[in-house]
Nanobody, 124 residues
Framework: VQLQASGGGLVQTGGSLRLSCAAS????????ISWFRQAPGKEREAVSC???????IRYADSVKGRFTISRDNANTVNLQMDSLKPEDTAVYYC???????????????????WGQGTQVTVSS
């Protein structure tokens, strides 16, 4: 399984960015792709997840109403980030959970594969 994250960059407060995660090699019948982020000196935190069926979508409270997760197809998950704030600055990672339990969606240990990360910087 390989995950390739892209779309990060530098944006001003209030701006938008769109991240994409291209997944390959997943054969599980039911799985989830999630976005996490990690700022310097902080723990990795869950941002959003979506199952391969699209039936389950979850967001962290800190991004609700500003971020939208979606699937282009079975292999690509996007994260549209609007109204960005300086506190959204972090390295963003996509991850795949091949045995998804919704209760554990925000736990990094639940995930089997990780992408390489893409930097998002929001200037004030």
């Amino acid at each position: 399984v390989q995950l390739q994250a892209s779309g990060g960059g530098l944006v001003q407060t209030g701006g938008s960015l769109r991240l994409s995660c291209a997944a390959s090699g997943i054969t599980s019948a039911f799985y989830a792709i999630s976005w996490f982020r990690q700022a310097p000196g902080k723990e990795r935190e869950a941002v959003s997840c979506i199952t391969n069926t699209g039936a389950t979508i979850r967001y962290a409270d800190s991004v609700k109403g500003r971020f939208t997760i979606s699937r282009d197809n079975a292999n690509t998950v996007n994260l549209q980030m609007d109204s960005l704030k300086p506190e959204d600055t972090a390295v963003y990672y996509c991850a795949a959970d091949l045995n998804f339990w919704e209760s554990y969606w925000s736990k990094p240990v639940s995930y089997d594969y990780w992408g390489q990360g893409t930097q998002v910087t929001v200037s004030s």
